[in-house]
Each structure stands twice: as C-alpha cells, then as structure tokens.
Nanobody, 126 residues
C-alpha cells in the first residue's frame, strides 16, 4: 500500500488549504482513513478520521468546526479541507490507513493505523 499526501504549502492565518491523499491498491473503500500531524518538537497527533463508507467521521477538538475530512472511493483519495487556519496548525500532515479492525478508541490514535504516507508540510504564518 502506498499513500501519497499532497496539497501542503505556506499560507497566512485565516486561509484555507485542501490536502489530498491518494492510495494505491483496489481495496481503498474497505478501510477507514485518517490524518495526523506533527509539529516541530512535538509528538504526532490525531487530526481526523473517516470510516470506509464516509458516514462516520472523527475530529480532534482543536480542529472541530474548521477542518472537514472526506473521501472519494472511486478515486482512492481522502481529503482534508482546512479552513480558518491558525499558526498552531503548522505541522507535517500525514495520512494513514486504518487497520482492518479497530475500536472507536483506536481510530483516534496511531494505534489504529498500520500504513502511513510520507507527509506534506503546512505552514501557517500569523
């Protein structure tokens, strides 16, 4: 499985960005997907996740109301729409594919994932 994240860049506070993560393989629609981020000097943290069908979504409190996760199973792609960006959103953003079986508790932590993309850098200036 290969996960290719893209869409990062340098923006100003209040701007928007949309990240994309394209997955290889023909089983994309059978896995939940997630986004994580890692800021300089900090641990990787959960941002958002989406179930295989897209019906269920999960968000970190810090991004609720500003970020929206979605997926297009026909294109093997998961998206993260980021609005009202803040300097504290600056990080490398990683997409990840969930394990075939996971608990609700695991889907919001790295424990729920076993494949990771290479990351895309988002820099938000004030």
């Amino acid at each position: 499985v290969q996960l290719q994240a893209s869409g990062g860049g340098m923006v100003q506070a209040g701007d928007s960005l949309r990240l994309s993560c394209a997955a290889s393989g023909r089983t994309f629609s059978t896995y939940a997907m997630g986004w994580f981020r890692q800021a300089p000097g900090k641990e990787r943290e959960f941002v958002s996740a989406i179930s295989m069908s897209g019906v269920s979504t999960w968000y970190a409190e810090s991004v609720k109301g500003r970020f929206t996760i979605s997926r297009d199973n026909a294109k093997n792609t998961v998206y993260l729409q980021m609005n009202s960006l803040k300097p504290e959103d600056t990080a490398v953003y990683y997409c990840a594919r969930a394990k075939s079986q996971y608990s609700i508790r695991e889907i919001v932590t790295a424990l729920g994932y076993n494949y990771w993309g290479q990351g895309t850098l988002v820099t938000v200036s004030s």
